[in-house]
């Protein structure tokens, strides 16, 4: 079946610690991976993605890690601040033949201590 | 400027009544999509719609209709509301198939059926 995600729901760290926020996927034709952050009252926004030739991506301040063979990806955040709390989805894209799915995980509550 | 935009944000209604929620996007995209996020924040693929012809349709009950006048628009119909209807109704968009491009999402319509 389609799955992502481990049941993680949520995750305290302290103001200027790095958090670390982990996904699996099930599906191992899966081609493209995305991370989205969802602020409270609002959709989820697109925070950084990768592509299943790649193991590892950097943005401002996250990094995203594919470990295509235990099919795990991760999001790290480096020296967490107030304004990264928020509900963390990773995503994956499954390519059908005329069409492609993009299937959300459970999701990760981030709670930042200041 | 918003790129996706949604409404109405919040709907209260009734069992058994007729609804709508319409959705705009002004990034050119050609693929839109509905996503149902329901209490535990679990996001839900509903519909796929790409230059107006529908791609994905994932057993959602029939009372739920989507209709998209245009590449831009991609409105929600649903007929004899029930209380398992009750959650927060989330429109996207992405550049052509989403193999490609991360979705942009609006900020939703909470739904809520008495």
């Known amino acids: 079946g389609e799955s992502v995600g481990l049941h993680l729901p949520t995750l305290s760290v302290q103001e200027g610690d790095n958090s670390i926020i982990n996904c699996a996927y099930s599906?191992?034709?899966?081609?493209?991976f995305i991370w989205y952050k969802q602020e409270s009252g609002k959709g989820p926004q697109f925070i950084i993605d990768?592509?299943?030739?790649?193991d590892k991506r950097q943005g401002q301040r996250v990094t995203v890690l594919l470990n295509k063979t235990v099919k795990h990806l991760s999001l790290q955040i480096a020296a967490t601040q107030p304004g990264d709390s928020a509900v963390y989805f990773c995503?994956?894209?499954?390519?059908?033949?005329?069409?492609?799915?993009?299937?959300f995980g459970p999701g990760t509550s981030l709670s930042v201590i200041p | 400027d918003t790129a996706v935009s949604q409404t109405p944000k919040y709907l209260v209604t009734q069992m058994g009544n007729d609804k709508s929620i319409k959705c705009e996007q002004n990034?050119?995209?050609?693929?839109m999509y509905w996503y149902k996020q329901d209490s535990k924040k679990f996001l839900k693929i509903m519909f796929s719609?790409?230059?107006?012809?529908?791609?994905i349709n994932e057993t959602v009950p029939n009372r739920f209709s989507p209709k998209s006048p245009d590449k831009a628009h991609l409105n929600l119909h649903i007929n004899s509301l029930e209380l398992g209807d009750s959650a927060v109704y989330f429109c996207?968009?992405?550049?052509?198939?989403?193999?490609?491009?991360?979705?942009?999402f609006g900020n939703g319509t909470r739904l809520t059926v008495t």
């Open positions: 990768i592509r299943s030739n790649m």
């Open positions: 719609y790409n230059n107006k012809e529908l791609i």
């Open positions: 996207a968009s992405s550049q052509e198939r989403s193999y490609n491009s991360p979705l942009h």
């Open positions: 995503a994956e894209n499954i390519r059908k033949t005329s069409y492609d799915k993009v299937i």
């Open positions: 990034l050119g995209h050609d693929t």
């Open positions: 599906n191992s034709a899966s081609d493209y």
